[in-house]
């Protein structure tokens, strides 16, 4: 969903709408729904853009709890396939080629964090498996970080 302010504010807005009207229609969230509201949200906590925050998470946290298996399984569904692209692009064969997409993987990573700190401060965990995963994906990507300035 494209918002006219296409601030992580006004996006993390228009997701709070999207969930509410889900809500409403006693509909459950799917993925889709868990990125709206994680990549935003997400945006803002890694900008340290704390103004506002907890007034932000109070509103999420009335809509959606930790508890609630539908959002929980939302929530690690997104997580898990965000984690998937990032950790499967950090392959030793993909990144000696000398076209590899290191922005790519880069914006993949960071996306992948902010969807992270989003669902840890709303209380969902994050798989421990995962964050293996990615500990492993960020050491192999280390030593390529040098290339995304080329």
Known sequence: MTHPDNTPSAELEAALAAIAVLKKEERKPSRYDARMLLLPLGALILDGDSSGLSLKLERILALIQPTDE??????????????????????????????????????????????????????????????????GADEAFEPYLDKLDE
Request: proline fraction near 5%; charged fraction near 25%; aromatic fraction near 10%.
């Open 70 to 135: 539908a959002w929980a399984t939302a929530i690690a569904d997104e997580l898990g396939l965000a984690g998937d692209e990032f950790c499967l692009s950090i392959n030793p064969d993909y990144l000696k080629h000398p076209r590899y997409d290191f922005a790519y993987a880069a914006a993949s990573r960071q996306q992948l964090e902010q969807r992270i700190q989003a669902a840890e401060h709303l209380g969902f965990p994050v798989s421990e498996v995962l964050k293996g995963r990615i500990q």
